[in-house]
């Protein structure tokens, strides 16, 4: 959001420049249109660009109002403004844990400092991005009422007996016959759920704490349940840096 179209239009095609994967771009020059935006919050933002001057708003109240909700909490900021680095505090060699809330581009708007300010987040959006993607993945059960999806992040452990897979989550136990724990696996396909055991595969993101059992087995017990899950020696070491 800038005071002027033009400016809007040279942000505008600098990002699209700098990014390789698609994106949304949704700009104003009017504060209260981008107001009743963010607010309805129909749309996430990953990176707010700011006019520091918005007619008779200023950007830095529109900060206060954006921080207000917990997932802007982190969210950068990037503001226009027309001083210099080094009359806002920000000099060019400012530290990058400096840079993770927000930044500065003076006016007149250059398109290499422009790419280059939104560079800095680029990574820590496209992790946030991949990280929501797998939050919403699920896995497809044929069941007698047809197709059940079970939420990956609901998964705490995997068990198979007798080629029978038993899937528990924090809603409840599900059964899939016929079939081995590597191709259960296979399906979920997630770097969260991994094998801990032959017979058992854990989700390490529900992991609470680690118990050892003896020299040979581990209990890991799983956040928001009393059960738990055993770990045997050979596959420890996968599991310990996330417990």
């Excluded at 300010?117 to 991005?129: E, G, N, T």
């Excluded at 993607?133 to 197709?147: A, N, P, Q, T, V």
């Excluded at 396909?189 to 992991?207: Q, Y």
């Amino acid at each position: 959001m800038c005071k002027e179209k033009k400016d809007i239009a040279v942000l505008s095609d600098s990002i699209c420049r700098c990014v390789e994967d698609s994106l949304c771009l949704i700009s104003t020059v009017d504060p209260e249109e981008a107001k009743t935006i963010i607010t309805r919050r129909e749309i996430t933002f990953d990176l707010f660009i700011l006019g520091v001057r918005l007619g008779k708003r200023s950007g830095y109240i529109m900060e206060k109002m954006i921080r207000q909700y917990h997932i802007y909490k982190q969210t950068p900021i990037l503001f226009v403004t027309e001083e210099s680095y080094n009359l806002i505090g920000f000099p060019p060699l400012a530290t990058f844990q400096a840079y993770k809330r927000c930044n500065y581009l003076s006016l007149p708007l250059d398109k290499i400092d422009i790419q280059a300010k939104v560079s800095l987040y680029l990574d820590a959006i496209a992790d946030r991005q991949r990280q929501n993607e797998e939050s919403r993945r699920c896995l497809d059960l044929k069941g007698s009422g047809g197709i059940e999806k079970v939420p990956l992040k609901s998964i705490l452990y995997l068990e198979i007996q007798n080629k029978t897979c038993s899937i528990y989550t924090l809603q409840g136990k599900y059964i899939v016959k016929r079939t081995s724990l590597i191709r259960v696996l296979e399906e979920i396909c997630s770097d969260d759920v991994i094998r801990c055991h032959r017979f058992f595969a854990v989700n390490i993101k529900n992991i609470d704490f680690v118990e050892r059992h003896d020299s040979r087995i581990w209990y890991l017990h799983l956040k928001g349940t009393n059960q738990t899950c055993p770990a045997s020696r050979v596959y420890l070491k996968d599991i310990l840096p996330f417990a």
